[in-house]
């Protein structure tokens, strides 16, 4: 029995270490809306709390119940009213668990609506710049064929901009899109002048 809470406490510093990292860019506006049925997603404030006030709440009852289960194997170990304490502890190993998978139900759907929302907005960005991509490809086609040196340097500019535009579309975090997007407005602004 001793070897199970050794288990069990390697299992919950394992989760606590790994999961309770940052792992999204929008964590701290995601709002949770839970039934028992469902939880719901959204970045709209007037949704219930955020997710994360959810999540360290389910983590405070996950450590209160592993202390109270630490403390009611040292009754069984003791041989105190076995009757008793074996059928509560086992209340409470289903409660930590119960308690764990809600967790974890609450990251997974975070962690899939940051996704989806990661792909919709860089779809839409890309859809919305395609005709100036299209006009950026046809400007370079047509100074290439030219071969003009004085040129090089708003040829050198649209090569770049093509570049970031075809990192965009391969970005994978909303960390990467933004700085990708920055350098896109710098570029498109330095166009402009040119």
Request: aromatic share 14%.
């Amino acid at each position: 029995m001793y070897n199970y809470l050794k288990y069990l406490l390697f299992i919950l510093v394992v989760v606590f270490g790994l999961f309770s990292k940052s792992f999204s860019y929008f964590e701290d506006k995601m709002y949770c809306e839970i039934s028992k049925s469902k939880i719901v997603i959204s970045l709209d404030a007037k949704k219930n709390h955020t997710c994360n006030v959810y999540i360290r709440y389910i983590e405070t009852q996950m450590k209160k119940t592993y202390k109270d289960i630490l403390v009611i194997q040292k009754y069984i170990d003791q041989k105190q009213d076995l009757g008793y304490w074996k059928p509560l502890k086992d209340d409470k190993v289903d409660l930590l668990n119960l308690l764990q998978n809600m967790r974890l139900n609450i990251l997974s759907h975070m962690k899939t609506f940051e996704s989806n929302l990661f792909e919709t907005s860089k779809k839409y960005f890309l859809d919305s710049i395609s005709d100036y991509q299209k006009n950026l490809d046809n400007s370079l086609e047509t100074l290439l064929v030219l071969e003009d040196s004085s040129a090089a340097k708003y040829v050198s500019l649209l090569q770049q901009q093509l570049g970031i535009i075809e990192r965009i579309s391969q970005a994978t975090t909303f960390k990467q899109l933004d700085v990708y997007i920055q350098r896109y407005v710098y570029l498109k602004n330095q166009l402009l002048w040119k």
